[in-house]
């Protein structure tokens, strides 16, 4: 991937190329923001601008034979480690045991979400995992030398699924052999070790402006300029989101939600009772991004609600139930809200039973909204 493939972000291309041409780039570096905000697609394009045989002015060339094997992900010094399942028998799989479903995914979209991988390779929605056994193969692989003498790099995408297994790798990130790269990607920075924090370079990843992803989806999709206009504005600075509500204007969680608050305004006891089992069986990532999209349309009721409907960003579904829904929110309960669904991600990602979980948390919202 070249850098002008990438979505906006042209201050974080700008830094990097002009890293690497000072011979300044170091070693390690964590990029930090929402998936679909590109920090994938940069630092695929950075790797390939490291290893073009032949760089044009700010870029890689895009025809030479690294540069052609990057674009398939099949370089031999460009190694890729993300979360994984265990097999049938419950043993830890390597990354290289889904390369080709990686590499697909890769192909098709680089914008891609952890939902998503973890919804390809885990039909039962298993949470994912960068396994101990993974970070030995990472010492193993970066321990050879280069194919084609120059540099070799590691891509640790989900970094914040790799947990304290990754003090594994305190020694080589301090002690690279020479012309090694580490790159890690993240969406929370919390969770990421303080040992390799202090290791490695911050790059914090911005939304991506409007006129960036209007662009972008000129250039990769066939839609009218009246959709790109207003995909972009609904996007909220995700190109992941952008692409697939250039697939469907409706959210994947907006019938979820709007059943949930209508049957926790009614308090129908057992009807949210077998809601939540429902929402159980779609797995923990969906639960977890579902519990994200439910903090944003909070956020917009709020907008609405001190008439700033000027900036918010919602498909005409989602703004017809926000219009409704805030006329049951105010300053004080909408914060509430907010927060225990805050606490309920934090829960869920600790494992907490979603079953028992969300039958509490209807309890409360359903107090709240009787309050308003």
């Avoid at 370079?201 to 009246?226: C, G, W």
């Avoid at 909408?334 to 509490?360: G, H, V």
Wanted: hydrophobic share 35%; net charge neutral; aromatic share 10%.
């Amino acid at each position: 991937m070249k850098f002008s493939e990438v979505a906006g972000q042209d201050n974080l291309k700008e830094q990097l190329i002009t890293s690497i041409q000072n011979n300044m780039l170091s070693h390690a570096l964590l990029f930090v923001g929402e998936e679909g905000y590109g920090g994938l697609p940069l630092v695929l394009a950075l790797a390939q601008y490291l290893n073009c045989q032949q760089p044009v002015d700010h870029d890689s060339c895009g025809n030479c034979p690294s540069c052609r094997k990057l674009t398939k992900h099949i370089h031999p010094d460009i190694h890729y480690s993300f979360p994984t399942i265990s097999d049938s028998k419950g043993k830890p799989s390597l990354s290289s045991t889904f390369y080709k479903e990686w590499r697909s995914s890769l192909i098709e979209n680089p914008y891609l979400s952890y939902f998503d991988w973890l919804q390809l390779i885990s039909p039962d929605a298993k949470q994912g995992n960068i396994t101990m056994a993974e970070c030995h193969a990472i010492i193993r692989n970066l321990s050879l030398k280069a194919f084609d003498g120059r540099n070799k790099i590691q891509i640790i995408w989900s970094a914040d699924h790799l947990g304290p297994n990754g003090n594994t790798l305190l020694k080589i990130i301090e002690e690279p052999t020479p012309n090694t790269y580490f790159f890690f990607l993240a969406r929370n920075k919390d969770r990421i070790l303080n040992t390799i924090l202090s290791r490695a370079q911050l790059l914090l990843v911005p939304p991506i402006s409007i006129e960036s992803i209007s662009e972008k989806l000129n250039q990769d999709l066939d839609l009218t300029d009246v959709e790109i206009n207003q995909i972009a504005k609904l996007a909220n600075g995700n190109y992941a989101n952008a692409l697939r509500l250039s697939k469907s204007q409706q959210s994947d969680h907006e019938d979820d939600f709007i059943s949930w608050m209508r049957l926790c305004y009614e308090f129908k006891v057992l009807d949210i009772f077998q809601w939540g089992v429902k929402l159980n069986e779609k797995g923990r990532e969906y639960i977890k991004d579902f519990l994200q999209y439910g903090m944003r349309i909070i956020r917009e009721c709020m907008l609405i609600s001190n008439h700033a409907e000027q900036i918010n960003s919602l498909s005409k579904t989602e703004e017809d139930f926000a219009r409704k829904f805030s006329l049951f929110t105010n300053d004080n309960n909408a914060f509430k809200f907010y927060e225990l669904l805050s606490k309920t991600q934090y829960y869920i990602e600790r494992n907490a039973n979603p079953k028992i979980i969300f039958f509490n948390l209807s309890l409360h919202f359903h107090k709240l909204l009787k309050q308003n």
